[in-house]
């Protein structure tokens, strides 16, 4: 795990922007920097600026920019299938200098070009150049951020929008469309266009190439074509459990690749137990987990956490949350992040990850991705009654299942009848909830429709792979990165696998749900390895606190903060604000607008000072 940088193009980068660039990448790669610097084509400047985080192969003769044969690569992220690779290449005649996986990536790229891709698993985002021009990549599923920007100057490239202003010498005006997008429709529509929240920087798209030729010219080809709706009507449940677990498990063996040791994220949720059970019973790794503890009752998960700690025998840290110093802390991970954060999750997990660092761990391991490839959400349950509509004896039993279990803990107001997507298959109205409300709170009200790509003819696989790959799975790796990467931890998700996903896509839409069990694939997967009572529960926690937990409101000092003049009130109605925080207790879908509130407040004061829409 590292940061990357760079520039393509005619200027020539004074040596200050890139040392400013270089110290501003120090969080993401503490371990060492790097520089390289060539000219092409007919007076063409391309410079690659690397920091490292050493995990694989510590001695500095991995560090980076790396060259290889023609070309140097500068690599942010893992090569998780290294070692398989090295032995094919050292078959077809390679040798190597290092046990790093960046020097197999570089011998891929300069021996087999793109295609090698094909054959790599693992997340990254890198640039490679040789004399043929550039290439900027990004993985299959946008693990690894990679942010471009092109004026008349040329291309300006960098795992954080900040690496990008220090090198183009000035920083970006805030893109205003896109914060009203972030404010009234909330984070699953942030990355649904291709926009930042800055004007003009956009991200190299997941499982993209973009290609830059020794003109500068710029073209775009997909490495990694996903394939839809290709369930198996023959795959039993049994072959679907089985095939789940013996990916699973070897996603999770090679991603237990470091010369560090690796933390786990802990929760009382089946997708950490299945990845901490996997590693510690199949796999016989040490596992320490490590477990932010709630105190909302609502979300509190402390006694599946002790079962889970006692019945594996993990070594665990527990985190409480704390409450202290949101404001500012919120504050500094506003800047650190380029961005507002995307819900109060977040926040608790940064804290988190400081709890990682102070026990020495540079990689953790986190669930990312688990509900959209086996299906996990509140919704998926009642998309699945509506798809058993060809057999009305089980959508009898999937309903009479889903008024015991699921109907006394669902509260989204759409999601409490059971046959909503039966009556409307098309309804979205749960997504984006009270967004024509929230609208009204700008000084110029906005809107936008819902929109999805259609991915399968069947409403339930459609919707997990929206979620999957646009609306919830890139803003959760958007703050997974950048929490971790705060402390200088690298975080991996084995739920992210190319073979897990293809498995996945082919099991039957009848077998993803049993007893009102959501994930019920994943739950068969790991029976006998996670503890049965975390297996056996229906209950979709997650982590999550009311945005007046953590603001006294009653604090004259922070109720000053929320109202006093800012930028904010240029775009967003103060006297509804106050009315907002007036109130004693706020439904979900408010106390997430009022922590939208505060960081597109923060973000502004920060980002947009000056600036108009």
């Not at 995990?55 to 920019?65: A, V, W």
């Not at 500068?216 to 996903?226: A, I, S, V």
């Not at 089980?394 to 759409?414: D, M």
Request: glycine share 8%.
């Amino acid at each position: 795990m590292c940061g990357i940088a760079g520039y393509y193009g005619r200027a020539s980068i004074a040596q200050e922007r890139r040392d400013n660039c270089l110290a501003l990448m120090r969080r993401r790669g503490p371990d060492g920097h790097g520089t390289a610097h060539r000219v092409l084509g007919d007076g063409l400047n391309a410079y690659l600026l690397h920091s490292r985080l050493s995990i694989i192969d510590l001695d500095p003769r991995s560090n980076q920019p790396f060259a290889r044969g023609k070309g140097h690569l500068c690599f942010n992220g893992e090569l998780y299938n290294y070692k398989e690779l090295r032995r094919e290449l050292i078959g077809a005649g390679q040798s190597f200098s290092t046990d790093s996986d960046t020097e197999v990536l570089a011998s891929v790229l300069d021996a087999q070009g793109i295609a090698g891709l094909d054959k790599c698993e693992g997340m990254w985002a890198f640039g490679w150049l040789d004399d043929e021009g550039l290439l900027l990549c990004r993985d299959r599923f946008g693990e690894k951020p990679l942010y471009v920007f092109k004026d008349e100057t040329g291309t300006y490239f960098g795992s954080e929008p900040k690496f990008i202003f220090a090198l183009l010498g000035r920083r970006l005006p805030v893109n205003f469309e896109h914060l009203n997008r972030y404010l009234v429709n909330g984070y699953k529509a942030i990355y649904k266009n291709g926009q930042t929240f800055f004007q003009g920087l956009t991200e190299i798209a997941p499982g993209t190439l973009a290609k830059f030729d020794a003109s500068g010219r710029r073209t775009d080809q997909l490495y990694w074509r996903p394939r839809f709706d290709t369930c198996d009507a023959t795959m039993t449940f049994d072959d679907a459990v089985a095939s789940a677990r013996d990916a699973l498990v070897e996603s999770v063996r090679i991603r237990l690749r470091a010369d560090v040791p690796i933390a786990f994220c802990l929760s009382g949720g089946v997708d950490s137990n299945a990845l901490i059970a996997i590693a510690k019973r199949k796999l016989g790794y040490q596992v320490h987990g490590f477990t932010i503890m709630n105190t909302d009752e609502r979300y509190e998960e402390r006694d599946m956490v002790e079962t889970t700690v006692r019945e594996l025998g993990l070594r665990h840290t527990s985190i409480p949350v704390r409450r202290d110093d949101f404001l500012p802390n919120l504050r500094e991970l506003i800047r650190y992040h380029d961005a507002p954060v995307c819900t109060i999750t977040y926040y608790a997990q940064w804290q988190l990850m400081q709890a990682v660092a102070a026990e020495g761990y540079k990689v953790s391991v986190s669930g990312t991705g688990a509900d959209e490839l086996f299906s996990g959400y509140f919704d998926h349950q009642n998309f699945y009654i509506q798809a058993l509509a060809s057999d009305p004896e089980a959508q009898a039993r999937a309903r009479e299942n889903w008024q015991q279990v699921v109907a006394p803990i669902v509260r989204n107001p759409f999601l409490q009848d059971p046959d909503c997507f039966v009556k409307n298959p098309a309804l979205r109205d749960h997504i984006y909830l009270d967004a024509d409300a929230f609208s009204g709170f700008l000084v110029n009200p906005w809107h936008e429709d819902f929109s999805e790509e259609n991915y399968s003819p069947t409403p339930l696989r459609n919707r997990m792979n929206n979620e999957l790959f646009h609306e919830s799975v890139p803003p959760i790796l958007h703050e997974d990165d950048l929490n971790a990467m705060y402390f200088s931890i690298e975080n991996r998700s084995p739920f992210l696998d190319r073979r897990l996903f293809d498995i996945c896509q082919r099991i039957p839409t009848r077998h993803l749900v049993r007893n009102a069990r959501a994930k019920a694939v994943l739950r068969g997967a790991v029976r006998g390895l996670a503890p049965d009572v975390v297996v056996d529960n229906p209950r979709k926690v997650g982590f999550n606190v009311p945005i007046f937990d953590y603001l006294d409101i009653g604090d004259p000092d922070v109720r000053s903060r929320l109202l006093d003049d800012s930028p904010i009130f240029r775009h967003v109605r103060r006297e509804r604000i106050e009315d907002l925080i007036n109130k004693r207790d706020l439904p979900n879908s408010q106390s997430k607008f009022l922590f939208y509130f505060l960081n597109a407040k923060i973000f502004l004061e920060e980002f947009g000072a000056g600036q108009s829409r």
